[in-house]
């Protein structure tokens, strides 16, 4: 829609107040848990004053801090698979239409349509049952599957947005296929694999449903981590370390926006 | 195309398909064979026993004597997981159509901050921002001492935490920007002369809202109370953290069949069902929406 | 105010209007004013950007004047929203209602006056006779033709009888056959409904055949309001010499000669200025005349006029049209019409004499 905010006559009356309460619902808890994580209390609810003393406390947590490896090893290596089977089947489908694309569209959707509870015990009964043992490697998989198609997106929105004559014009300048790839392709479609990957790499280290199914023992990451901790009760660490979370979610956000609007 | 393009394209695309065909279709097909088996005496399953029983327990539980006997405890889950989902997607109707109305009409350098905005809480995790309600609902939260000092509430404990209330309020916290964008997708295409039109033809803008604007942003509406209902649906998180044990849903359920419960079977088919309405409600909006004529130009 | 017959349709008062702010403010409407008389057919006619469309708008009450008013009738409309007046607008895109049929579409102004059921369904089908579309009542408008959408978007902004009937560039999408068409039909609706039509266009050919009066814009401005034989004989500006039609330019002197005026060309060669359209005075003044291609005419050299050498010879079926130049450079065109033993055979580069008549040369003001 196209409209002159300034002329009265498209004053919808209300919208802009509910824009608000929405703005407010929508960031004001985050702003509340981010700022209590910095009360000094160790009650929760009264503030006594300024401190930083909690993110210190989580830090020196041995077993938070193993729970944050395994989150960067799961997120780090499902990222690389999942982007890299990502970039190549948005090469695959790019050229041209094909039979069949729409199912294959369809079947790389899948994980953003069925609900994460199913997904997780499907997968769950899926190792049990063909004898995989659950751990690290378990969670790894199943976080390859369902980040594939947040890689694939960005990745295909970048390719429909290039010129097919770029591709042309290297071939007509002797480039083979590879050194067109690597020359032209490449370049054009980095920006459109960092943010898919970057986007990928968030959910991954965001999951908590799917991961709290297939961990096995000693695989704890650090949502299944912070689940046990909230279930013992509402403590400062856990202020601490979910601030964290939120912050580091939040700026790899940010900057995977604004690579994916690089150049574009 | 040459025969060895189109060998090339498919090697391309292979990898994707064969692990989302592994490890997400097959499990699937899986979890709907285990739904018909017999459960294990501790946990498992019988792998040749082939029977009902766990589409029949929905229903009916088995006296000593192995009659059936109607219970209805798991159809109350059900109801109640249908009741807040769809009061989930009113609220978020109700707080969603307005925002997008309003964002669709910003010049383009805002609204694309506002879209950020509305997506940035998507991109952080669930847990988490469940968790910020805690810290905001419990008794001597947040919510509670506004209430009082607004004078609204009684000046006393509210026990607004594990309530059927914070469930809703947490699931359409958690989902409510799956409303917006679509919603704003579609009122981002309505030609604005449509609406001056309407206003043209005697229309004020109420009347310009419910006959023009609301029927055109309805593909939009229908995708955003699908993608709010669907995943408050299958909620786990939310009623978990909010909801304390009154207050279940059907993915507190389904977990519960893989913990203490150890019935697999009833697991898999609580899942299948799930699985099964999501589907049903996804081909819904696709059939009746998706080649309905959009809006405007 | 007087009798209502004697009162103006629409009259606008020094009327404004400046989008944005700051340095980035556009003044797309300057101190206009203007009166359209009850059951006219008054054309808005300029380049894009002229500010036509913005006018229209505020008229219609989509945008409201920076400075001015507007009056419909006499009473003063200023600040009133579209659904509070009693105008309606052809858009240019149509803006027919997708999701309505065209029946719901022609009745939804009567919807909104409240009008009862069965009045509202007679009303349509008036409609649809009017504008030849019975039968179609029950079709979407993607079902329709671009001809047939503009028949509907006209019988929707004529069911309701407005005072004024506003047409944004209606015809523009349409091809030249519909258009010619579409333009008879205009005119036999408006003549029909006695409806004042206000209608904008950038396309003067439309806009001399079927107005009773127009109003040349050009950068926010009106630089002529007449009948489309006073714009096109007695244009008063170049501007308007040259957006309608096509026109020689004459740059010259205001001399005094025998009690006449007389135009000291740049040519070095004089023309008297005694014709209508030539009043204005000032001895030693620049002036720029206007002279219509095919009210000038080649003669021998020998004979009386501007002396002038052939360039191009273009054949156009009905009529040539002769490329010239005058002694001092400046191009001037000579159409005549090709009956029988008027072609002259010329070939380029022969010296001629080209004779104006004082009734055919325009004095302009700028």
Redesign the interface.
């Known amino acids: 829609m196209r409209v002159?905010v300034t002329?009265?006559?498209w004053r919808f009356r209300g919208i802009r107040a509910t824009t608000w309460v929405f703005f407010a619902y929508l960031y004001l808890p985050i702003l509340v848990l981010i700022a209590l994580s910095f009360n000094e209390n160790r009650l929760a609810t009264i503030w006594s004053g300024f401190s930083t003393q909690w993110y210190g406390v989580v830090l020196d947590n041995d077993d938070i801090v193993r729970a944050a490896g395994n989150s960067l090893i799961v997120a780090s290596v499902s990222t690389l698979a999942a982007t890299l089977a990502a970039t190549l089947a948005a090469l695959g489908m790019a050229k041209g239409r094909f039979r069949g694309a729409d199912g294959i569209s369809g079947l790389i959707a899948l994980p953003l349509v069925v609900p994460e509870i199913v997904t997780a015990v499907a997968t769950l009964l899926f190792f049990i049952l063909i004898g995989f043992k659950l751990g690290l490697l378990t969670v790894i998989v199943a976080h390859t599957v369902f980040c594939i198609p947040f890689a694939y997106l960005p990745i295909r929105a970048r390719l429909e947005g290039m010129d097919k004559a770029l591709g042309e014009a290297a071939a007509d300048l002797y480039a083979n296929d590879w050194q067109a790839f690597q020359r032209v392709t490449l370049p054009l479609l980095w920006p459109g694999i960092l943010s898919g990957g970057m986007l990928a790499f968030i959910i991954s280290l965001d999951d908590f449903v799917i991961t709290y199914f297939v961990a096995g023992a000693g695989a704890t990451t650090l949502p299944v981590y912070i689940f046990g901790m909230i279930r013992i009760g509402i403590t400062p660490e856990v202020n601490a370390i979910s601030s964290l979370m939120l912050i580091v979610s939040i700026l790899f956000v940010t900057l995977s926006f604004l690579i994916g609007r690089m150049r574009r | 195309m040459t025969g060895s393009a189109t060998s090339k394209r498919f090697l391309q695309i292979a990898p994707a398909l064969a692990i989302i065909g592994f490890f997400m279709l097959a499990p699937l097909g899986l979890m709907a064979y285990v739904s018909i088996l017999e459960k294990g005496l501790n946990g498992g399953v019988v792998w040749d026993l082939h029977t009902s029983e766990a589409y029949v327990n929905f229903i009916f539980e088995r006296d000593l004597d192995d009659s059936l006997i109607l219970n209805t405890d798991y159809l109350q889950i059900f109801a109640r997981s249908f009741g807040l989902s769809l009061l989930t997607a009113a609220l978020a109707l109700a707080i969603g159509f307005p925002t997008a109305l309003y964002m669709s009409m910003q010049p383009e350098g805002r609204r694309n901050l506002l879209i950020f905005l509305v997506t940035i809480p998507f991109w952080t995790n669930l847990l988490v921002r469940n968790y910020a309600w805690i810290l905001l609902l419990r008794n001597g939260g947040l919510v509670e001492n506004l209430l009082h000092w607004l004078g609204i509430a009684a000046d006393q404990p509210l026990g607004l935490l594990y309530t059927p209330y914070a469930v809703s309020i947490g699931l359409t916290y958690s989902y409510l920007p799956f409303m917006v964008l679509p919603i704003y997708a579609s009122l981002e295409k309505l030609?604005s002369?449509?609406i001056?039109?309407?206003?043209?033809?005697?229309?004020?803008r109420r009347?310009?809202l419910l006959?023009?604007i609301l029927?055109?942003a309805a593909p939009g509406i229908a995708a955003g109370c699908v993608l709010v209902f669907v995943p408050a649906l299958g909620a786990y998180v939310t009623p978990e953290l909010l909801g304390g044990g009154k207050s279940m849903m059907i993915g507190n359920l389904i977990q519960s069949q893989f913990g203490a419960a150890r019935n697999w079977p009833f697991g898999a088919a609580l899942a299948f069902a799930l699985l099964t309405i999501v589907l049903l409600a996804m081909m819904v909006y696709l059939i009746r929406f998706r080649r309905a004529?959009?809006?405007?130009? | 105010m007087g009798d209502r017959v004697g009162t103006p349709a629409i009259e606008a008062r020094s009327l404004s209007k400046v989008?944005g702010a700051g340095a980035d403010a556009v003044r797309a409407l300057d101190d206009v004013s203007l009166t359209i008389r009850q059951n006219e057919f008054f054309t808005l006619l300029g380049p894009s950007g002229c500010g036509k469309t913005t006018l229209l708008r505020l008229i219609?009450?989509?945008?409201?004047p920076s400075q001015g008013d507007v009056f419909l009738e006499g009473q003063q409309l200023t600040g009133l929203?579209?659904?509070k007046r009693p105008?309606?607008?052809v858009?240019q895109?149509y803006?027919?209602?997708?999701?309505l049929t065209v029946g719901q579409n022609i009745a939804?102004?009567l919807e909104?006056?409240g009008r009862p059921k069965e009045k509202r369904t007679a009303r349509v089908e008036q409609m649809l006779a009017l504008v030849k579309l019975q039968g179609y009542a029950n079709r979407?408008p993607?079902q329709l033709s671009g001809g047939q959408q503009q028949r509907v978007a006209l019988a929707?902004?004529l069911a309701?009888q407005p005072k004024v009937l506003l047409l944004d560039e209606p015809l523009s999408a349409l091809d030249l056959k519909l258009r010619k068409e579409m333009q008879i039909e205009l005119k036999r609706l408006q003549t029909e409904t006695g409806i004042t039509f206000v209608f904008v266009t950038h396309d003067q050919e439309e806009a001399l055949t079927m107005s009773d009066r127009i109003a040349v814009m050009d950068s926010g401005k009106i630089l002529q309001i007449g009948s489309p034989t006073e714009i096109y004989e007695h244009p008063q500006r170049r501007f308007v010499a040259d957006f309608i039609g096509e026109t020689n330019f004459l740059e010259g002197r205001i001399t005094e000669a025998n009690g006449a005026a007389v135009a000291q060309l740049a040519c070095g060669h004089n023309l008297t200025l005694n014709g209508p359209g030539q009043k204005g005075s000032g001895g030693g003044q620049r002036v720029t005349l206007a002279v219509r291609p095919e009210r000038a005419e080649i003669v021998p050299p020998q004979g009386e006029g501007l002396p002038a050498t052939v360039g191009a010879v273009v054949y156009m079926g009905t009529d040539t049209t002769y490329h010239l130049t005058l002694a001092d450079g400046t191009p001037f065109t000579v159409r005549s019409q090709n009956h029988e033993g008027a072609r002259l055979d010329l070939a380029s580069g022969a010296a001629v004499k080209i004779r104006i008549a004082p009734a055919a040369i325009q004095r302009l003001a700028d």
Not at chain 3, 60 to 64: C, D
Not at chain 3, 95 to 99: D, N, R, T
């Open positions: 002159d002329n009265p006559l | 030609d002369r449509l001056e039109a309407a206003f043209d033809l005697g229309a004020d009347r310009a006959r023009v029927p055109l004529p959009a809006g405007g130009h | 989008f219609g009450g989509f945008e409201q929203p579209p659904f105008i309606n607008t858009f895109s803006a027919l209602f997708p999701h939804f102004g909104m006056l979407k993607a929707r902004a309701s």
